[in-house]
């Protein structure tokens, strides 16, 4: 069954070829399309398209099929080209002509723009729920290691003295920054396209401000070009958002494979934590940290995957978008993994002791000895100077370790602001408004 048949059966090779992937993502899809309908159906009984038995056998049926799709009981058949079908089928075949008439004042197009903005808008929510006890673990950690010191690096080269309260801190306050872009991107997606239909409106009455408050929507794609041209943009800047995220633990795991390397040697994970070799004994592979790194990587290259598949397209609906959805929709899962194994993994890691009393880590300290002439009211690039001839002569002597990374200002190794850094993801979180849509949706299915 498909929507837009009429007499003319397609050529079973085009069919295949131009549904490709569709049903298999559009389960993902259903109790969002689930959603979209029953909200479509009360809409058309306030302008007469439906009567109010009507509306209210709709909605009936409809919250039966949402509960198959919450429990894997809701198929898409193979006669059936997608899950707007499938449902449609299921409600006419259930209520007879009642069920053919969901369909009025509607497109596919704006039925596949609501599922993916209800779908999107639930994945980003999950996504956060996520992320927040990562972070709390790594605020955690920060506090629990804040006064064991480590090399800081630039250029890969020795630098300053840093610790692992920084460290984890570091990657703490860059999980609010993704937030953040998560929070961007679900403001976008948060926009009911309700009623664009092909792109174009609709000659019907129909009331989408109502269709709106119905699905939780903050608000509405006005315009019913822009809401149609908003396909494609919608997933690029989710994309984006999740390559953020990405970016961070990409970074963070580069970090622990350095570090468990034993030429660095600062961490260390329980045995059933790595993985080791097949001819080496000694092995503690930190693979766990190199899939992290991979899987996000890969994620980071989707928005220039979605911006390439969208490039040249003018306005209007176009079959390319329906590409999207096969890398997009997977990520979700794969990101939240991999935070989820990150999480195992630093919950678990051993950090070594006094790593800076090696002598190898002396130079650490070259900055703090130009500080102190300074303070002493010498020049800073006298001051310079004189501890860069003590380096070129090999006559520099660091200070005792008690006296290194004493830093108090704002974020510095004696003042992490953990606090403060939890005030931000606290304000960040606060903005989204998820208790909104949860209210919206469950007055929909439980009508």
Known sequence: MKLWQKNITSLQQVETFTVGKDREMDLLLAPYDVLGNIAHAKMLATIGLLTVDEKNILVKELQ????????????????IEDVHSQIEFLLTNKLGEVGKKIHSARSRNDQVLVDLKLFLRSEIETLVLTIVPFFELLQQQSETFKN???????????AMPSSFGLWFGAYAEGLVDDVITLQAAYKIVNKNPLGSAAGYGSSFPINRTLTAQLLGFENLNYNVVYAQMGRGKAERITAQALANVADT??????????????????????????TGSSIMPHKKNPDVFEL??????????????????????????HRDLQLLKEHLFPA????????????????????????????????????????????QGVAFRDAYKI?????????FT?????????????????NLCTKEIKALMDETLSTFGFQKVHAAINKLVNY
């Open 249 to 274: 633990l990409a970074r963070l795991s580069m970090d622990m494979c350095l570090y468990l390397n034993q030429n660095f040697g600062f961490v260390s994970f329980p045995a059933e934590l790595t």
């Open 148 to 158: 064991d010191l480590l090399p800081g690096y630039t250029h890969l080269q020795l």
């Open 387 to 395: 501890i860069g001839k003590q380096v070129e002569d090999d006559t």
């Open 64 to 79: 039966n099929i949402y509960a198959d799709t919450l429990n894997s009981k809701f198929q898409i058949s193979n006669s």
């Open 398 to 414: 660091p200070p005792p370790l008690e006296e290194a990374g004493q830093g108090l200002h704002e974020g510095s190794i004696g």
């Open 332 to 375: 979700f899962k794969t990101l939240k993994d991999c935070i989820a194994m990150a999480t195992l993994m630093l919950s678990n890691i051993s950090v070594k002791q006094n790593i800076l009393a090696d002598e190898k880590y002396k130079y650490l300290f070259t900055v703090d000895e130009v500080n102190k002439l300074v303070m």
């Open 292 to 317: 992290i790194r991979s899987h996000c990587n890969r994620i980071k290259a989707l928005p220039n995957e979605i911006t390439i598949i969208t490039t040249n397209l003018p306005s209007g609906y």
